[in-house]
Each structure stands twice: as C-alpha cells, then as structure tokens.
C-alpha cells in the first residue's frame, strides 16, 4: 500500500501487460458504515478529479475492474505476504491473514491442507471441495468439482487473490469461491537465486530460480526439493516440484505463454488420526491396533504429475480482447489409508481442457457497459483400482476396478453498467452442464455391473451494485446463486460400486454487503463484509468402518461478520487484522435415528483472529510478529466432541546484505508456535472410534539462506 498520497485501486480480473504494483487489498461490509464514517477527515474529491492519481493495478482473474467499483469480496496478496521470512510449503502461511478463510491440515502431506472459505470445503477429509483453484489461468479444480493443492509452487508466487463468496457465475461447480495463484513470467523480477532451508522435525528444503527478459522472450523457471521427517511417526514427506514459464511477445498486443508444471511426490506418509487419551500419552504416536495402524500398515501415498498449458491473448482482437487457453494433464496417484481392509487405492488421471473469453467494452443508453463472455470445457478420465489389505500391511485381492469420466461445459456473460460515475450495476449468468459415468469392470462382488452415469444442468446467476460515494470509499451489496456436484469421491456408495443413488449437488444463495476504503489521515485501509448464505442439500461426511462416505443433509444457514484493517503506523511499522466472526449450523438434518437441527456444522471455528504487526527496516531488514486466535470446533454432527479454542505465536525475522554489484545475501529466521501451545493440526470429522485428532507440532524453528545473483 502506497500511503501519503491518493491512489485509484484498481482489479483487474484478467491477464495483462502491464506492470504490476504491489498492493494488498482486503473486503469489507456494511456493519461499520455508522462508526467509519463519522468524526473522520477523508479525502473529499469527487471522482473525476482520481483520473489524476496513481493507479494501482492487480490482477485476478477474468472481468476488468476498479476495486472501488467491484460488489464482491475480493482479498489480493502481493510477493511480500507470501514470501517474505515463509517457508512457502503450504497456503496457510499467506491466506491466514485473509478473513473467512480457514485452513487445517499443515502437517500431513498425504491428506493435504483443508481449506474452507465461509464454511465451504470444511468436509472434506482430504483435498479442497467447493472452492476453485485457478494457477496461472489453469483450473487446478476437476470437473468433478474436486482440487489438488500439491503442484502449487509457491515459490514462484506473485500474488494470490481470493475471491469470497459464491463465484459459479465465472467459474461453475462451486459455491464457496476462489484462490488464484499467478506465478512469476520473469518480465518483473529477472535474475537467479539459489536458497536452502533447515528446520525442526527433520525439514529441509532447497530453491533455485532463474528468469528474465531479452527482446520478445522471457522465462522463468522454479526448482524446488522438500523433505520432512515429520512431527509425528509415520508423517514424513518428500517432494520435488518443477514450474517453468516461457512467454513470446507477438507485437505490442499480442502474446502466445507456455506453462509446465512437473511434480514427483515419491513418498508422503499418513500418520492418521488418534484418540484424545492417545493425545495425552503419546502425541507423537499412532493407533496401533489389529484393524487401525499406520505404522505397521505403512500408509501413505505417491504423486507424479506433469501439466502443460498453452495461453494465447491479444488485446487487440477487434474493438475488445480476446484470451484463449487450453491445458493437457497427467497423474498417477497410489495411497495406503492407515486401517485393514479395502484400504489401497490409485488410479491413473487424463485432464486436459480449453476456455475462451472475449472481453469489450461498449455503450448501452449513452452509458459504459464492460463485459466478459465466454466458454468453458474440461474432462477427467480416472482409471481406479482399489484392493484389500490384510494386517501386516499384504496387499490382496482386488476389490474394485472402474473408469470415472467427467465432463463439463459451461458459458457465462457478466457485465458492469456504470450508471454514473459513482453507481455500478453488474450483472452475470451462467449455465452449465456437468456429466458424470462410471464404468465398472469389476464384475466379481455381489453387485456385478454397476455402471451409470449422472448429468446436471446448472444455471447460476449474479447481481451486484456498487457505490463510491468517495474517490478511496465503496459500500456495495451483490446476492448470487451457486452450485456444488458431489465429487467422485463422495459419490462413493456405501453398498458397492457405482453412485450412491442418495446424494445429490447441493445449492447456494449468497446474499453480501460490503464497505472498503482507505483512511488517509491515519493511513489506514479498512474492508468489511456481511455475508448470509442459505445452502439445500448440504452435503456431510460420514465414517463407516473407517471409510468415508457423503450424505445430503437437508439446509444449512452461513451468516457471518469479515473484517481486514491495515494500518501503517509510523513509516516503518505497519498492523494487519483479520477477524471472522460467523455462525454456521444446521437449519434442517434428521436420520433415522437422530436430529441434528440447530447444531453447528462440524470442523469449524466461528470466531477467528489474525494480527501480524511488521516492521520494515533498511534494505531487506524485517521482524514480523504474528498471533493468531482459532475459536473452538465441533468434530460430529451431534456436537458431542468439542475441541478448545487456542492462541498461536509466531515470529519471523531476517536481513540482507549486497555481497556485490549484482549479488546479494539474505537470512532469515522464523519460530511458529513461540509459546508452545498445544492444539491440533487437523480435527478428523464424524471420526469412527474417537480418532479425531491430529496433534500439531510444538514449539518449532526454520532458518533459510538465500543468494541472489
């Protein structure tokens, strides 16, 4: 945030050629209008005189937008907030200090992080559902509706935005919202470097990066090396991930990228979940037991993945600006889960789609209308195996052999109307079909063939108005309407093969107010989001046996309070806080046997709060302290399992030094969890014989590196 002065924020929800400019940028809603907005000197231009100001340009992805005429809840992260003193192995490091987001799952690479944004993707065991993950304009999110978070290198980050709050209008199956990760192209920071790290519980990492730009050409290329004993036994991990961008000027508008992204995840293993007296003699530990050991059972999985993308944009397509893309993906994936049983699993994965987008901007009634228009096409083809293993860990018969196919096309139009220079209406639609087959060559169980096929046809819809009712002040209110498919996974049926014939997509009404602003006088920006989500067919894990299945459990109410300040204190301190504040609960759920109606929605906190207070000295010089409050959870539907809230510590400190004309030394040290508190990583929802808990590492130290050159 560039303070002292008056800047025009601006998102642009594409790709662009130009420059980019740090920015940190947060949401915000109508809850605080009456204590802002009195007693404070703000800057009183009217809008016409900010053509005059610096503007600050981001990028997320798709509609072109001045922040300030933006309805939705939009969160941007620069390269600062990512990497500055981070490990940048998992999301949580930088999306903990947006608000809504909730994340678990830091420590056990098998499962991967579970990421939830208002309360959506918090039930899934492992993987992100209901939230799209888009990385360098490449949907990471399945037709299916599930996404892998391993392949992101975050080393190579630029910038991260979330968009919070349901977005199928732009992207389809998912009623959460949006993580969009862009990716160094080696046009704003050429050169190389090498970096290595060292940290308890056995970590280890090495980078090393080169890019730059020469004539039409530029590239960058990322290298990086993880290995982790692990905190627990049984949790070690070993990674190796390849991302490299090579992009070709074609004259002053136009431009043709290539994109690869190599991952090998050898061996990630899966401590899994214990009992709460385990917990307290052994956290360290595992079940060990004739149906339930990890150890003794050697669970975990293996990755390896290879992406190519292939992004053509010329904005000069006409009157407007046109982007086509297109992808083509592998990934062989086999994982051990920790009990005895139909527990080894795998399957061969063929992922490759397109998209196309026109963007224009034209005069309807004498008044500017910005719109986008496109299509979207994807397909998955999984072959799956899963086979019976015995206590000594002897894999045995095969249990299950089938095809899942999954296709999906959408198309979408959305638009801003200004209907002054200070009203913006937008407007969006959407409609989408989603075809899911199996196909089942396992003909030995009592099921016999037990094929089929699931199609749906969506449509989703988007309104929004905003009002700058000053140049570096917004209030806004959008409602939308969003869809969620049950994945593959959670298709699973509990009495064989083939789809469950109970569960069904579940659906999403999505109503926001908002405030955003900058305070110049105090240097401080303020975002503010009230949000109420209704959701029908609320989709819910339960464990059978110590398999995971899905049911529709009738409605569910999201309603809650967001909150992001940033306050630059004198020139050298700066204070970021991010709280939530929510209620998220079962409006109507009944069994056969029990009611869960009024009871909250199991694996999250309704009251979150992160504050990061940074001083920048001269050159690379930092200290960064950072507390974060998670409220308590329920683990089961029938809230019967509490788990206490906790406060975290962490700090991170470092400096650099000019060896040379063109080289440069920077270190770094950072302590997470300072005070020792313990508390868990992940909390395993509906969990069958009390094994709930994942415990989290205590007290913890990493120490990087890194030369530049």
């Not at 993707?121 to 799209?132: C, E, K």
């Not at 110049?520 to 339960?542: G, T």
């Not at 995971?548 to 909150?563: K, M, S």
Request: aromatic share 10%.
């Amino acid at each position: 945030m560039l303070f002292g002065r008056n800047p025009v924020f601006k998102v642009s929800l594409k790709k662009t050629s130009l420059k980019k400019v740090p920015l940190k940028v947060t949401t915000t809603s109508f809850c605080l209008l009456s204590c802002l907005g009195a007693g404070q000197s703000w800057a009183q231009e009217s809008p016409a005189d900010s053509n005059s100001l610096a503007t600050l340009e981001v990028t997320a992805p798709r509609l072109s937008r001045e922040l300030y005429a933006t309805p939705a809840a939009v969160t941007t992260l620069d390269r600062e907030a990512i990497a500055q003193g981070q490990q940048r192995t998992r999301l949580d490091e930088a999306l903990v200090r947006v608000p809504g987001i909730f994340l678990q799952n830091r420590d056990n690479f098998a499962q991967g992080q579970r990421i939830a944004i208002r309360g959506f993707g918090a039930r899934a065991p492992f993987g992100v559902r209901g939230i799209t993950v888009m990385v360098d304009g490449i949907p990471y999110t399945l037709p299916d509706g599930q996404a892998q978070l391993d392949a992101i290198d975050l080393d190579s980050a630029e910038r991260i935005e979330v968009i919070r709050g349901p977005s199928s209008v732009l992207y389809g199956n998912a009623a959460g919202g949006v993580i969009d990760v862009t990716t160094a192209d080696g046009r704003d920071n050429p050169g190389s470097s090498v970096r290595t790290e060292v940290g308890s519980d056995g970590y280890r990492k090495a980078v090393v990066q080169t890019g730059g730009a020469q004539g039409d050409w530029s590239h960058h290329v990322s290298l990086s090396a993880l290995n982790v004993d692990g905190y627990r036994e049984q949790s070690s991990t070993e990674k190796y991930l390849l991302n490299a961008k090579l992009r070709r000027e074609l004259g002053s508008d136009r431009a043709l990228t290539a994109i690869i992204n190599l991952l090998d995840n050898p061996r990630s293993e899966d401590a899994g979940g214990i009992t709460r007296e385990i917990v307290r003699n052994d956290p360290q530990g595992t079940v060990d037991s004739a149906f339930y050991s990890p150890t003794r059972l050697d669970s975990r999985q293996s990755v390896d993945q290879q992406l190519l993308g292939l992004q053509y944009e010329d904005l000069s397509a006409g009157p407007g600006e046109f982007y086509l893309k297109g992808f083509v993906a592998q990934r062989d994936f086999e994982q051990q889960l920790p009990y005895v049983g139909d527990s080894r699993i795998g399957y061969q994965r063929d992922y490759l789609g397109a998209s196309a987008e026109y963007h224009h901007e034209i005069t309807l009634a004498s008044l500017p209308l910005n719109y986008i228009a496109g299509v979207d096409v994807a397909r998955q083809d999984d072959e799956r195996f899963r086979n019976a293993v015995n206590g000594q860990g002897v894999v045995g018969e095969q249990l299950a052999e089938e095809t899942q196919t999954a296709t999906s096309a959408g198309v979408f139009a959305q638009g801003d109307l200004a209907l002054s220079e200070q009203v913006t209406l937008s407007l969006g639609a959407r409609f989408d079909r989603v075809e899911l087959e199996i196909d089942d060559r396992y003909l030995a169980d009592e099921g016999g063939d037990q094929s089929g096929e699931q199609t749906f046809n969506e449509w989703s819809g988007s309104a929004g108005l905003s009002y700058r009712y000053r140049p570096q002040h917004q209030a806004y209110i959008n409602t939308g309407t969003a869809f969620e498919t049950p994945t593959f996974s959670e298709f699973a049926n509990p009495a064989g093969g083939g789809f469950n014939p109970s569960v069904s997509p579940q659906k999403a009404w999505n109503r926001e107010v908002g405030l955003r602003g900058y305070i110049e006088p105090l240097a401080m920006d303020y975002d503010l989001a009230l949000f109420s989500v209704r959701v029908r067919d609320e989709l819910v894990p339960y464990d059978d046996g110590g398999r995971t299945f899905y049911q529709n459990a009738g409605d569910t109410d999201r309603d809650g309070i967001e909150l992001a300040l940033g306050w630059q204190v004198p020139s050298q301190w700066r204070l970021n806080s991010a709280l939530t504040l929510a209620r998220y609960e079962f409006d109507q759920f009944a069994t056969p046997t029990e009611s869960f109606a009024g009871n909250r929605i199991p694996g999250l906190p309704e009251q979150t709060w992160v504050n990061q207070l940074t001083w920048q000295g001269l050159d690379e010089r930092f200290a960064t302290l950072e507390t974060q409050y998670v409220g308590d959870v329920v683990a089961d539907n029938a809230n019967e399992t509490e788990v206490d809230s906790y406060w975290l510590v962490n700090l991170r400190v470092g400096d650099g030094w000019q060896l040379g004309s063109d080289t440069r030394l920077n270190a770094y040290v950072g302590v997470r969890n300072l005070f020792d508190e313990e508390h868990y990583a992940n909390v395993r929802l509906n969990g069958t014989y009390g094994r709930f808990y994942e415990p989290a590492p205590g007290r913890s130290v990493y120490g990087g590196l890194e030369v530049r050159f």
